[in-house]
């Protein structure tokens, strides 16, 4: 490949390589990568040093806007804090009414289940991480945060905010990580309606910020403002997350699908901080420790702390 | 022309490009949003082939891929062409007015669009909206301005 900006005055013709030596040179080196980068390790490697190398280009990026939201989180009144600490106090109590029983539901839930010991609590631990850059590719639904293989992301770990799943991590680079959300479409997730335990996949539906269900016939029992949560099923989510609530339903003709499209509870384009969660997979509405093919068959466990096996596996 | 270092500011412009196409923006806005980068790449490649080359397209189309996250070697094959199609055709293009340099930039705005868009479908990333060729227009438009503030940049030295 030729120096960036030599030789100025040689003719651009006639001299070794030709642009068009150079452009073919370009093709084959760009088709490789292309291959590689989707079914090599190496190209992976590459990926990887790359991600570390426009990381200070994607925070410089973001810093006016987190300039400007540093500046007005320092500059709210006194007032306004009072009265968002009111806020929080008021939410506070209500969480903490609504998890009052959430102990002794626990309990009894493992006792209906002959699981003397009580389970372990499913999320292991959590991580809170900076969102950088958002993707601005209109088809393309992708976050990427500040945290990284240093911080302990992996692949395939669970996205959340306060209200729901937002996303898996697809790839990590050495100090950010590239996030899918629900509602990109190429992106699935099982789920389930709380209302009857019907069973399907949400896919995203791109720039429009919604998912769709595709898989549901005509006659299927669902309607708007059903709230539809995560399934277990697939081994990359828990069960019982909240991800979505149906807005709409059509029912064109007995024959096709209804079309159905939900609104992810996740603040999907208001978040500025997402948590990262690890669960512990003793508890039975982990995800499955292998995920994307079949689920092992679960080790042989002491009979103290048997794992039983969910009710959707 | 007579510039001596026009690789330091070639890249300073190809930089300020790509990160105006990675700003944080409005949803109505990314519509909108012309890809600054390409627009850098070919004013280079029309108005001084020889100094950025096929090298700043290919480089470009890689920083690209490194920070939109998109399959790595997609872009950099999409701006190779556009890249290598306004250095053999540089001439042609520089002699006309404004207004044709547009029609031109407009056409291979959207060659580098259809390329993404069959790289896409190839790799099974098939699902497509009509508004994903909005910003060739716009880009188109905004020509003359990259070349009034670029030129000015380069031609005042």
């Known amino acids: ?313 | 022309m007579s510039e001596r270092h026009p690789r330091l500011l070639i890249l300073t412009t190809a930089i300020i490009g790509l990160v105006l196409m990675l700003v944080p923006l409005p949803h109505w806005a990314t519509v909108f949003w012309p890809a600054f980068l390409v627009l850098v790449v070919l004013y280079w490649s029309i108005m001084m082939p020889r100094a950025g080359g096929m090298t700043l397209g290919f480089g470009s189309g890689l920083a690209l891929d490194a920070c939109q996250g998109s399959l790595l070697g997609e872009h950099a094959l999409a701006l190779s062409f556009v890249t290598y199609l306004a250095i053999r055709l540089h001439l042609l293009v520089r002699a006309k007015p404004l207004f044709e340099q547009s029609l031109f930039v407009f056409a291979a705005l959207m060659a580098y669009e259809a390329l993404l868009w069959v790289i896409d479908g190839w790799t099974g990333y098939a699902l497509s909206t009509p508004t994903r060729w909005v910003p060739t227009l716009t880009g188109g438009l905004i020509w003359p301005l990259v070349v009034g503030l670029l030129g000015r940049f380069h031609l005042a030295r």
């Open chain 1, 1 to 313: 490949m030729a120096v960036f900006g030599s030789d100025l005055d040689r003719p651009l013709y006639g001299r070794a390589p030709s642009p068009g030596l150079r452009f073919t040179v370009c093709v084959i080196l760009s088709i490789a990568l292309m291959y590689y980068d989707r079914h090599g390790q190496l190209v992976q490697r590459l990926r990887f040093a790359l991600d570390a190398a426009v990381y200070p280009l994607q925070v410089a990026v973001g810093s006016p806007s987190r300039a400007w939201h540093w500046l007005t989180d320092n500059l709210q009144t006194r007032a306004a804090l009072q009265a968002e600490n009111l806020q929080l106090q008021t939410q506070l109590r209500q969480l903490e009414l609504r998890s009052m029983r959430q102990a002794a539901l626990e309990q009894e839930n493992a006792q209906l289940r002959e699981l003397r010991a009580s389970l372990p609590p499913l999320i292991q631990h959590w991580q809170l991480a900076q969102i950088i850059a958002v993707q601005t590719d209109p088809l393309r639904q992708l976050i990427v945060i500040d945290k990284g293989t240093h911080d302990g992301v992996r692949p395939h770990q669970v996205v959340v905010d306060a209200h729901g799943i937002l996303g898996q991590v697809e790839r990590v680079g050495p100090l950010s990580a590239e996030i899918i959300l629900v509602t990109d479409p190429e992106h699935a997730i099982p789920v389930q309606v709380t209302r009857n335990s019907l069973r399907t996949i949400a896919i995203g539906g791109g720039s429009d910020g919604e998912l769709v269900l595709p898989y549901l016939a005509s006659n299927a029992d669902i309607r708007s403002g059903d709230l539809l949560v995560s399934s277990g099923l697939g081994g990359v989510f828990p069960a019982g997350f909240p991800v979505a609530r149906v807005i709409g339903v059509r029912r064109e003709s007995a024959q096709l699908p209804a079309q159905v499209r939900a609104a992810p509870v996740a603040s999907v384009d208001r978040d500025r901080e997402v948590i990262l969660l690890t669960f512990s997979a003793d508890n039975p509405a982990a995800p499955a420790p292998n995920p994307p093919i079949a689920p092992a068959p679960r080790p042989k466990a002491k009979s103290t702390a048997k794992p039983i096996p969910s009710d959707d596996e």
